[in-house]
């Protein structure tokens, strides 16, 4: 089966431009993440989502950022006016159930961000 | 302190001789480890995870986890051009049963190239 969509695969946004990126999970995984990867860094978490509900946003960076899920499945990660310290590549991923342990994680391809 | 670190490399290996690549971890109580392969450009995809001490095998890799020493690494027996990529390390922080709230911790990686 398909496995996690991104689109887009490359944005280039000026400096104070809005972006939104999204992510189709894998049909029926219930949880989906947000990581941002930087040049020379690892994964970072930005934010989880089980169903529609978003239990921990604990790693979104400002306010500039936000997120939303509908339906249990797409997901829409929302930039407001971008910084260039914004640019990394966006990954989501998405698991059949919230316990890692049993179900491990499936990435996208990502999307990378170029604020210029 | 990083909470997952990892020498990032480049670590170079003879073709068919051993990889090893080596996480510490500072969260003492952290319960699951696991090793995720990443191609440039492309996302992550898991290769490994283990929970309990000792040695894991699959194939050609090998996991291995000290907790008294707080540290897991990956081998890779018999290496393979094919094998060069970088390898995060992910830990998951607090083993949390079912319906946690749980998110891994990245290493930034190691890059690992294998030399013909």
């Known amino acids: 089966g398909a496995g996690v969509s991104q689109s887009p695969s490359n944005k280039v946004t000026e400096k104070g431009k809005d972006v939104e990126l999204r992510c189709d999970p894998i049909?029926?995984?219930?949880?989906l993440y947000w990581y941002r990867q930087s040049l020379g860094q690892g994964l970072e978490f930005l934010i989880y989502f089980q169903g529609n509900s978003a239990p921990d946003k604990s790693g979104l960076p400002s306010d500039r950022f936000s997120a939303e899920r509908t339906g249990g499945s797409v997901s829409t990660l929302t930039i407001q006016r971008t910084q260039q310290e914004d640019s990394a590549v966006y990954l989501c991923?998405?698991?059949?159930?919230?316990?890692?342990?049993?179900?491990?994680?499936?990435f996208g391809n990502g999307t990378r961000l170029t604020v210029t | 302190q990083k909470e997952v670190e990892q020498n990032s490399g480049p670590l170079s290996v003879p073709e068919g001789a051993i990889a090893s690549l080596n996480c510490t971890y500072s969260?003492?109580?952290?319960?699951?480890f696991f090793w995720y392969r990443q191609y440039s450009g492309k996302s992550p995809e898991l290769i490994m995870f283990?929970?309990?001490?000792g040695d894991k095998e699959d194939g050609r890799f090998t996991a291995q986890l000290n907790k008294a020493s707080q540290y897991v690494s990956l081998l890779i027996r018999d290496s393979q051009p094919s094998d060069s990529a970088t390898y995060l390390c992910a830990v998951d922080p607090t083993f949390i049963s079912n319906f946690g709230n749980e998110k891994l911790t990245f290493g930034t990686g190691t890059r690992l190239t294998i030399i013909p």
């Open positions: 049909s029926g995984h219930t949880a």
């Open positions: 283990i929970y309990s001490n």
């Open positions: 991923a998405s698991s059949l159930e919230e316990d890692i342990n049993n179900s491990p994680l499936h």
């Open positions: 969260d003492r109580g952290s319960q699951s």
